[in-house]
């Protein structure tokens, strides 16, 4: 079919020309954004909807070029869009995900300056007081064993947990202990 009369019989809604379009023109489009993206599917997908497009536009479509040019022009320009739309889906994906990692990295380095304030507090105890808030808090001994352990009564235990915890809450804002 010549191409005025192919272009024409689009224009003019006539299956016939519509036919002849496709199995014409489908297979090398489709090798076409097939070797632009390595995607029999998409390519498949690009070249339908630009296809239908043209169907679809046929009264209001003006070629200046060969039919051949005109389509695989549109076909690339609908690879294109489809690159695009992909990318913003990805750099909204990029964003929440950097979001997420600079929150997480954020927070550790938060919890890792509250631990490094706290260790610094913990070593202005007093030797036997750090000594017994360690056991008790670090290797989660309870005070009898730590009294058993130091040769010291629970009482004294409890008493100098009560002053590291009472020194530690007076000089560290923000920790719970």
Not at 110 to 125: G, S
């Amino acid at each position: 079919m010549d191409e005025k009369k192919l272009i024409n019989g689009l224009r003019k809604g006539r299956e016939k020309a519509y036919r002849h379009l496709f199995s014409e023109y489908y297979e090398w489009l489709c090798n076409y954004i097939f070797n632009l993206c390595a995607d029999r599917s998409l390519a498949e997908d690009i070249i339908q909807d630009a296809i239908v497009g043209l169907w679809e536009k046929r009264k209001s479509i003006i070629i200046t070029t060969s039919l051949k040019s005109y389509l695989f022009k549109t076909c690339h320009n609908r690879f294109l869009q489809h690159i695009r739309s992909q990318k913003i889906k990805f750099d909204t994906l990029d964003k929440i995900r950097w979001e997420v990692i600079s929150e997480a990295t954020l927070e550790e380095d938060l919890y890792d300056f509250k631990m490094e304030r706290l260790n610094r507090l913990i070593d202005q105890l007093p030797p036997r007081c750090k000594e017994i808030f360690i056991q008790n808090k670090l290797e989660k001994k309870k005070y009898k064993e730590i009294a058993l352990d130091m040769g010291i009564s629970v009482k004294t235990v409890e008493n100098q947990m009560s002053k590291a915890l009472h020194f530690l809450r007076a000089n560290a804002t923000g920790f719970m202990l």
